[in-house]
């Protein structure tokens, strides 16, 4: 009998591993239920692909081609935090995106978001996509980690979105996205190209500490105040051309304000 449950107590770290286990089908049968999602110290394996949910929809296309949209919604809240996603994150898939033979069929999908979104100290081992998602709800992507392309271009987000402390390990993409009061990327890390091309932050962001390795694009970029640059630092190329902070050239700004 000690020796049974010697064993048993053994096992337990093994057992409670495996339960921290979620195939991310699972994860989207609790949406498609229209269920809040909520996960911590978990590792979600498999692609989670929020574009082709059961409420998925074909969005009405005016224009003359034969090209096809799609957008699901995700309802209600979901929350990951201290998890690990060993496959892609979707909330955008091109069929001809990266296919020399694309043409005006292939079909795009999208998800948008209702509920709050937060991926707290998550870390993101493939592709990650929100490329045109909107968010209507907060949004949090603190201390996370994306070891391939952050996608986050033409995103729309109702309340400003928290990447604090976030590391982008590639490449970062928030070109053509409008930020409302509240974005913080105070004390991010861009190892690799960031692009904020055409961004707009209409009511301030906070960039303190933020750390730029490689190439930093903010041509046409729009700035308001309140806007926090101290310890923003550069050690690639930065392009601030066209930049303007409430109508003023960002470089004058910048001499008004040191």
Not at 100 to 108: C, E, F, L, Q, R
Not at 188 to 211: I, M, P, Q, R, W
């Amino acid at each position: 009998m000690k020796t049974l449950t010697y064993l048993f107590f053994l096992l337990i770290p093994f057992i409670a591993f495996a339960q921290n286990k979620v195939e991310a089908t699972r994860i989207i049968d609790q949406i498609n239920k229209g269920e809040a999602v909520s996960y911590q110290n978990a590792e979600i394996t498999g692609d989670l692909d929020f574009t082709r949910l059961q409420n998925m929809k074909e969005e009405k296309d005016f224009s003359k081609d034969s090209h096809k949209s799609y957008s699901s919604r995700v309802t209600n809240a979901v929350r990951f935090v201290n998890c690990r996603f060993t496959g892609d994150v979707l909330a955008y898939f091109s069929e001809g995106e990266g296919n020399w033979n694309d043409n005006d069929d292939d079909a795009t999908y999208n998800a948008h978001f209702e509920g709050d979104v937060i991926f707290e100290n998550c870390v993101f081992e493939q592709k990650s996509a929100f490329k045109y998602s909107k968010f209507s709800q907060a949004v949090s992507f603190q201390k996370s980690v994306f070891r391939d392309e952050a996608l986050f271009k033409y995103s729309k987000f109702a309340k400003g979105p928290n990447f604090s402390n976030v590391n982008f390990e590639e490449g970062a993409n928030f070109k053509y996205t409008d930020f409302p009061k509240g974005v913080s990327f105070a004390g991010a890390s861009f190892k690799k190209d960031a692009s904020f091309k055409y961004a707009k932050f209409t009511e301030g962001v906070n960039l303190k500490n933020a750390s730029f390795n490689r190439y930093a694009d903010f041509k046409y970029t729009k700035f308001s105040q309140p806007l926090d640059i101290s310890g923003v630092s550069f050690s690639g190329n930065e392009d601030f051309k066209y930049a303007k902070v409430d109508g003023k050239t960002f470089t004058s700004y910048v001499l008004n304000n040191k």
